[in-house]
């Protein structure tokens, strides 16, 4: 983690100066509202069903609270964690959450992990695919060489595949983890996960394909902003507040204006980061309005 914060550190310091602010504010005028609505609906449909991630578990885990409480739980968590950090939004907003809602610690801690497993699955067969194929070339203060990135991604993919084999066919279903039952799930439900995590990651690229009015390929747009969100979760700073920007910036300057660039950017922490924490804390405030109601009744 501390080595890639150096390494984020001298990109924010060697492209800061770089900056076209005066153009991203004109390129963000310059998006008609139709644009902005459409990348607004890719964005929901991302948040949406990144809550179907913890319907997975309910699946798994047989649990029995209502398929709503569940995806209203995982889609507040997730807004929460994509602007506060995983710790709070993604683990201790989803346990209390759950735990509100009457279900025990061990159930919880199976919840989030299986989630944990859902999102970077799917993150892991994309990005390894692209890491793999070359799409993308990191810039030299990253100091990863094109050969170790293709190695990076090439392990990604088999860790994927890895996981949907060892769900297919091991014999052992289930693992004591101190003091805890893990219970391994089966091929379809990892295969579920595999496929609404690799939708959800492709319509995030998708977002910023847009947003950038398709200047630069699709492969290329969704390498970069897989990369630019391992970068924003091993850099402890909440959000990956200028994190992002300057990963777009190392790896898209040579392509894209630095104003159209960084008002796409910008553009895209609003719609998918921002404008989702209002709605993840109007749902957060209802979910704890309901919470002793709910616990009564069940």
């Not at 770089?18 to 991203?24: F, H, L, Y």
């Not at 159930?107 to 859902?118: D, H, K």
């Not at 747009?221 to 909440?238: Q, R, Y």
Request: charged fraction near 10%.
């Amino acid at each position: 983690m501390p080595v890639f914060g150096v390494v984020v550190l001298g990109l924010l310091l060697s492209h800061a100066h770089k900056v076209d602010w005066a153009g991203a504010w004109h390129a963000l005028q310059r998006y008609s509202p139709w644009l902005l609505l459409a990348v607004l609906g890719l964005t929901t449909t991302s948040h949406a069903l990144y809550g179907c991630f913890d319907l997975i578990g309910k699946r798994h885990l047989r649990h029995g609270l209502p398929r709503w409480r569940t995806w209203a739980i995982a889609v507040t968590s997730y807004a929460f964690n994509l602007n506060l950090g995983s710790l709070v939004g993604g683990i201790a907003m989803r346990a209390r959450l759950y735990a509100r809602a009457g279900l025990d610690e061990a159930t919880v801690a199976q919840i989030v992990g299986l989630s944990l497993a859902t999102n970077w699955l799917g993150y892991g067969l994309l990005a390894g695919g692209l890491f793999a194929a070359g799409i993308v070339e990191l810039p030299r203060q990253a100091h990863i060489g094109q050969g170790a990135l293709r190695a990076v991604g090439a392990m990604m993919i088999l860790l994927a595949l890895g996981y949907l084999a060892a769900c297919a066919v091991s014999r052992k279903r289930e693992w004591i983890f101190r003091g805890r039952h893990l219970h391994l799930p089966g091929a379809r439900i990892a295969m579920m996960q595999l496929v609404l995590s690799t939708v959800n990651w492709a319509l995030m690229g998708a977002a910023m394909y847009v947003l950038l009015g398709q200047q630069v390929p699709y492969a290329i747009t969704l390498s970069v902003m897989l990369a630019a969100s391992i970068v924003g979760v091993l850099t402890p700073i909440p959000a990956g507040l200028g994190v992002i920007e300057a990963v777009y910036l190392a790896l898209l300057s040579g392509e894209v204006k630095q104003g159209v660039l960084m008002g796409a950017v910008l553009a895209y922490r609003a719609l998918y980061y921002l404008l989702p924490l209002a709605g993840g804390l109007a749902l957060y405030l209802f979910l704890e309005h309901r919470a002793p109601s709910f616990q009564a009744a069940s």
